[in-house]
């Protein structure tokens, strides 16, 4: 009973949180009834009548379970909407051996962002942004990562792949002081969607904080002649990819009070940024996103799509689903996955995706699709 008391209290206190944030910079919550306790589930079909009226005719049909106001991205400095797409591919090179070599800078630096609209967190980012950038590579190049280290603490750059221990980002490989440099060099590989992180001590801590970032190694079609036309379809630059929309989610959270809980949620960084802007896709091309799960504190997440099912690659390692036709999966810390679906015979319109803790979805992780016909 005193647990369930416990419990209440601090959800109380997360939802009062958000609100007082938002009413300081001058907006309103709109889910002031939130505050109160009461939840409203932000996913349920959307009426007719809103979907002709566009997003915000939908959202206030819903009572609006969002933040009102708007994020300054220049200020931030990256922007949601793009950050879906936005490959860091770094610079390629020869090596003597007739290998591609491509290297990748990286610079860890102290930047308070806002993640609400007038929420600012004091983050620690990968150049200066959160998530960092979206690192894209091919299986078997050779990666090189230059790390600089402008923060104020001892940070690392850890990758989930396959690597040397002296590579591995962990105090006494690779973990670097303020001012510092430190040169990561591996194979890419295996393929599949991976993350990078902090692995700085207490990791929670450099982790939640906003050091980390999603790393996608593209299959080598040479490599998988049994499954040559998926791995091109999965290779950047080929005519193959250029037939879907590729999509990074990162789900992450903030911590804003520093109660080894999180205030805000979202899928690459800034709360509600997809529901307030849906992500425009077309219906004839199927979907592909790269998602990552590195939200601390909270044991599990999940990726809910509405009205749809997908198929799911679980870390991206293999070219055949490990999961097909569902419509939620589960990720678990550093968990990830690629999700592959297609709106071909859906009309057009908004279609939701959240986790389906919804908690996290009335705390700022939810968005929507814009599922448009071609324009000809
Ligand atoms: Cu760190």
């Known amino acids: 009973m005193r647990e369930g008391k416990l419990w209440l ?3 109380l206190d997360r939802r009062l949180l958000l609100a007082g944030g938002l009413a300081a910079a001058g907006g309103t919550v709109v889910a002031a009834n939130a505050a109160l306790g009461q939840t409203s589930h932000a996913g349920h079909e959307m009426p007719a009548a809103a979907a002709a ?3 915000s005719a939908h959202l206030s049909a819903h009572g609006a ?3 009102v106001g708007e994020v300054d991205d220049a200020r931030n400095g990256f922007d949601p909407s793009k950050m879906l797409s936005d490959w860091y591919t770094g ?3 020869m090596l003597p051996d007739g290998r591609t070599l491509r290297t990748f ?3 860890a630096e102290d930047k308070e962002i806002e993640i609400a609209p007038g929420i600012m967190f004091p983050a620690w980012t990968y ?3 959160v998530p960092g950038p979206t690192l894209r590579a091919t299986e078997g190049e050779r990666l090189r990562i230059v790390f600089r280290n402008q923060g104020s603490h001892p940070h690392s750059m850890h990758f989930h792949g396959i690597h040397a221990a002296r590579m591995d980002g962990v105090p006494g490989a690779g973990l670097i002081g303020p001012g510092e440099e430190f040169v990561y060099e ?3 590989r295996p393929f599949g969607c991976h993350l990078y992180h902090c692995h700085a001590l207490p990791l929670k801590r450099h982790i939640q904080k906003g050091m980390y970032g999603a790393f996608v190694i593209d299959p080598d079609p040479v490599r998988h002649p049994e499954h040559e036309t998926v791995a091109r379809s999965r290779l950047l630059g080929t005519p193959e990819n250029a037939g879907w929309q590729e999509f990074v989610m990162v789900m992450n959270a903030f911590d804003t009070n520093f109660d080894n809980e999180n205030e805000v949620y979202a899928v690459n960084t800034v709360a509600h940024a997809y529901a307030k802007k849906p992500i425009r896709v077309l219906k004839d091309k199927p979907v592909r996103i790269y998602l990552v799960n590195v939200v601390e504190f909270d044991p599990i997440n999940s990726f809910h799509l ?3 099912f997908f198929d799911y690659y679980n870390q991206g390692t293999t070219l055949t689903p490990t999961l097909k036709t569902v419509d939620l999966i589960t990720q678990c810390q550093a968990e990830r996955g690629i999700l592959e679906f297609h709106f071909r015979d859906h009309e057009p319109g908004l279609y939701m995706f959240h986790p389906h803790q919804s908690e996290f979805t009335e705390l700022g992780w939810s968005g929507m699709f814009d599922v448009v016909e071609a324009v000809s």
Do not use: L, Q, Y
Request: hydrophobic share 30%.
């Open 9 to 11: 209290e601090r959800k």
């Open 53 to 55: 009226e566009g997003p």
């Open 65 to 67: 379970m969002i933040t």
């Open 91 to 93: 610079t390629v090179s």
């Open 105 to 107: 800078e990286v610079t």
């Open 127 to 129: 150049n200066g942004r």
């Open 186 to 188: 591996f194979d890419a």
């Open 306 to 308: 509405h009205a749809n």
